[in-house]
């Protein structure tokens, strides 16, 4: 007969869980402290790189979409203005594929990446960004951000000599990816829970866990809302008298969860999209990487054909007009509405397969703009329609619900807005999950770089 095992004695009440004595023993180890320390020191020269590196996207993108226009007589950019760049950036980006270590980063249209970025792929993650998005890439700095942020911790240990392990290196890739997207989503708060969810802490169990918590507090605080608003009653809050937002009614709530599910499945199909363009990259990267690079630029200069407006609000990656957008979206006309995103979205797909950038801020100007088109929509509002259009579209790009909307709500800035946020991320993200999920991201070979010469055939 076997001997039975132990039983573990359940805390007794009133006692803390063992995990508090875990982490507490943990935090006594003088390894870990020093860890610590070093994540701190390292953030400090990462970010002030990452700034710098976004200053020069910002000053490449203003230099060649807006000064050279201006200089040459233009108030906005020629509808041809986007063809050069782009034929420029595509074989830029298709060199830097084929020469350098690490491919300039990983595909955008496999969403972003934990991390595994080397000291060797930092020069052409930052050449091919280059490259990319102030060329007119439809695609965010995000994704490289982290790839220069997990390789500059890397370069730092080895600089200060410490010795290299498979712990180390995890945990100070992750850090230095986070101290380098910190900068531009403004707040520690979303890189580190986006860094969480990217590196699948918890597994599916984390899924499982925070969908239904996520769905049932974003219920809960509509039914609250509602509620206070409708009797009048007061109850205990949290509340220290700063300017309320519009309470939501039922039109906002069942319109943001129908537009959830359209946004989601669109993105859904954008996103498999990217992904068979970048199968067909694989097969012929550098005339196929021009020739998607070109798709995107033509797609732009047909919307300002169409519509008389600057080519830019399809090309790059929508952050600097996604502010307009919000704040004055009466300024767009239906027909330039629907337009940008037909040709966005078709640019988004062709870029995200070839070029080399992130998926965040497209894919949130995509929704926003859905959210303004929608808003005349009876019983929704401008606000909560566009809130709710960019969580499900973030939703629906990056699959990662929970980090999307502490991105939204911090973006929108306004607390009354966060339960439509919340359920139009969970819904879109539940719509993508049941979809096909279409091809998966293609591996280069190793002869994709350089086909091998021939043997001779003299003797």
């Known amino acids: 007969m076997t001997e039975p095992k132990p039983v573990q004695a359940e805390p007794a009440p009133g006692d803390q869980p063992r995990e508090a004595e875990q982490l507490r023993d943990m935090l006594r180890q003088p390894a870990y402290r020093w860890t610590l320390v070093f994540c701190g020191l390292i953030g400090i ?108 911790a890397l370069m730092f240990r080895d600089l200060v000599r410490v010795p290299a392990t498979e712990a180390n290196t995890a945990l100070l890739g992750a850090a230095g990816a986070a101290s380098a997207i910190s900068v ?116 732009a200069a047909l919307y300002a054909v169409l519509t008389g407006r600057s080519p830019s609000d399809v090309a790059l990656s929508g952050q600097s007009i996604l502010g307009q957008l919000a ?15 037909v040709f966005k979205g078709v640019a988004y797909a062709l870029c995200l397969g070839s070029l080399r950038g992130g998926p965040v801020f497209p894919a949130l100007f995509l929704g926003g703009a859905t959210g303004a088109l929608l808003a005349p929509l009876p019983g929704l509002g401008v606000v909560p329609g566009v809130a709710a259009g960019m969580a499900a579209s973030s939703a629906a790009a990056l699959r990662l619900p929970v980090s999307c909307v502490v991105l939204v709500v911090l973006m929108v800035g306004n607390s009354g807005t966060v339960p439509v946020i919340v359920l139009a991320a969970v819904v879109s993200f539940v719509t993508t999950e049941l979809l096909s999920q279409g091809p998966g991201i293609p591996v280069f070979s190793d002869g994709a770089r350089r086909a091998p010469r021939p043997a001779s055939s003299r003797p």
């Open 45 to 152: 020269p990462v970010s002030l790189v990452a700034f710098w590196f976004l200053v020069l996207l910002h000053e490449l993108e203003r230099l060649i979409w807006v000064d050279w226009p201006h200089h040459l007589g233009w108030s906005n950019p020629p509808w041809w203005w986007p063809l050069p760049p782009a034929l420029v950036s595509g074989a830029v980006v298709a060199l830097v594929v084929l020469r350098f270590p690490g491919r300039g980063g990983h595909v955008p249209a496999g969403g972003l990446q934990p991390g595994g970025t080397s000291k060797a792929a930092v020069p052409g993650v930052v050449l091919a960004a280059l490259a990319s998005l102030p060329l007119g890439a439809v695609l965010g700095p995000e994704a490289p951000l982290i790839a220069l942020g997990g390789g500059l």
């Open 327 to 341: 704040t004055d979206p009466h300024a767009w006309s239906v027909g330039s509405l629907v337009a940008v995103l």
């Open 184 to 299: 531009i989503f403004g707040s520690p708060l979303v890189a580190a829970v986006l860094l969480m969810e990217v590196s699948g802490v918890g597994g599916p169990q984390l899924f499982a866990v925070m969908l239904p918590v996520l769905l049932a507090g974003g219920i809960g605080a509509i039914v609250f809302t509602g509620f206070g608003h409708w009797t009048g009653l007061k109850t205990g809050s949290l509340e220290i008298g700063l300017p309320a937002p519009s309470v939501l009614d039922a039109g906002d709530v069942v319109w943001s969860v129908l537009m959830a599910v359209v946004i989601g499945a669109a993105i859904h199909w954008i996103i498999v999209g990217g992904r068979i363009a970048a199968r067909l990259v694989v097969a012929h990267p550098l005339r196929n990487t021009v020739l998607c690079a070109l798709g995107a630029a033509v797609c």
